[in-house]
Structure formats: structure tokens, C-alpha cells
């Protein structure tokens, strides 16, 4: 009953955020779950072309691991759609799931790091240099440990271990810390000082999309949010 009840609620909710909007289409509300890396660059990209457009909408991010986003956040209805990995995702269950783009970490520093000068280095160069890395449990982390085994190297040990990204920009700043983040956090996040560098890893791309549930009557902003998304991942 508890499970019925909160969706007729939010079914009612969403109704709401319909009629809101059809008075005023510039405005309307948002809550969108995503990684942390997506939220600085994919999603915010999205957002910022989204918010030229509709000047008074307001977004809420949840940002959290792929797991917390679907279980927690997704399914307990407090965001409409999940932006994030889509490995291992298909749309048989209680989700549709819609592939963007494919993407790969890549190893970065700062701009003016030391190793931005190089014209050419190999992963094994950095093995015992400073690095921030998520936790190896996770599905970034895991696929970072693959990178490194199919280099012929054990993945080194992290002196940070953490999936902020504000952290990522603070340590890499310095000048001193090396990390592996998603390729698209570059491509969509152009404003960000970092710099990828010269480093020919084997390439093993991952699906990034959106995951809403079915069965669940996505507010107008929502379907706003998928569509401007799928413009953005094709440019």
C-alpha cells in the first residue's frame, strides 16, 4: 500500500508541475540524479542550454553512485531520471534505459602540470606518482583497474581515494596529483583546467545515458532534459 500510495502522489505531483508549466512554459522544477563527473560536465551542459531557454526553471542534482542513484533516488521517486553508467542496464525490469553516448577515462592532470609539457608518455611512467582515484570497488574504479591490467600493470596505489570532483580539481591543481576521469567530463566541460595527457591507454568505452522508470509520468522539464540530451551527446 505504501508503495501505491507514493506513486499516486507523485502522479499527482507530476500533474501539478504540468499545469505550472503550461501557465508559465519559461519556469518549471527538476530533479535530476547523476554521478559526480557527469554533473560536471554532461549534465551541467545540459543544464546550461536548457536554462537559456527557460530562464526561471530550476534544477535540483542529486549527485551519487550508480547504484545509490537507481535504488535510492530513482526508485524511491526523489529524482525523475538518472544520468549515468548504462552498462549492465536493459530496459526489461522496472526501467527504461537510454544510451547517449560511449565514453573512457582518460588519465588527466592540471594544465600546468609537469607532465602537460610532455609530448609523449607511458602509463607505466606515473605508476609511483601521486594519484586520486575513486574506490576500486566501485564501476569507475573497476574499469580504471582494468585500464592499468591491460597495460600489464597493477593499478597503483591511491593516495586519495574519492569520487568528488571539486576534491579532483583542488588536488590536481597543485600540480603534484594525477587522476583518470570520464573523456566527456573534457568534451562538455570545456571551461574545466585540466588537460589530458599524452598517454595511449587501451580504449574501453562504457555506454553513459538516461534511466527513468516505466510506468512513471515524466513532468514536462523531464522530457525537455532528455531531449536537449540527446542534441548535446550527437554534437
Known amino acids: 500500500m505504501h508503495k501505491r500510495a507514493v506513486a499516486v502522489f507523485d502522479e499527482l505531483r507530476q500533474g501539478v ?24 560536465g554532461f549534465v551541467s551542459a545540459v543544464i546550461d542550454r536548457l536554462s537559456r531557454q527557460y530562464p526561471r526553471a530550476v534544477f535540483h542534482l542529486a549527485p551519487a553512485d550508480r547504484t545509490t542513484l537507481l535504488d535510492r533516488d530513482l526508485r524511491g521517486r526523489a529524482v525523475e531520471l538518472a544520468v549515468t553508467i548504462t552498462t549492465g542496464l536493459d530496459s526489461d ?18 594544465e600546468q602540470s609537469k607532465w602537460s609539457r610532455r609530448r609523449k608518455l607511458k602509463l607505466a611512467d606515473l605508476i609511483d606518482e601521486l594519484w586520486v582515484l575513486p ?9 580504471i583497474a582494468a585500464i592499468f591490467r591491460a597495460s600489464g ?10 569520487f568528488s570532483i571539486p576534491l579532483h580539481h583542488h588536488l590536481l591543481a597543485t600540480g603534484r596529483y594525477v587522476t583518470m576521469l570520464p573523456q566527456s567530463m573534457l568534451r562538455f566541460g570545456k571551461h574545466l583546467p585540466l588537460t589530458s595527457l599524452p598517454i595511449d591507454t587501451p580504449l574501453k568505452n562504457y555506454p553513459t545515458g538516461i534511466v527513468t522508470l ?15 540530451a540527446r542534441k548535446l551527446a550527437v554534437l
Open 17 to 40: 508541475k504540468e499545469l505550472e508549466f503550461l501557465t508559465d512554459p519559461t519556469s518549471g522544477e527538476l530533479r535530476v540524479g547523476c554521478t559526480e563527473s557527469l554533473a560536471a
Open 93 to 110: 525490469g522496472d526501467t527504461d534505459v537510454q544510451t547517449l553516448f560511449d565514453d573512457h577515462f582518460v588519465v588527466m592532470a592540471s
Open 135 to 143: 574506490p576500486s570497488d566501485s564501476l569507475p574504479g573497476m574499469n
Open 153 to 162: 600493470l597493477e593499478p597503483p596505489q591511491a593516495h586519495v581515494v574519492s
Open 214 to 228: 516505466k510506468n512513471r509520468t515524466l513532468g514536462p522539464l523531464a522530457q525537455l532534459f532528455i531531449e536537449e
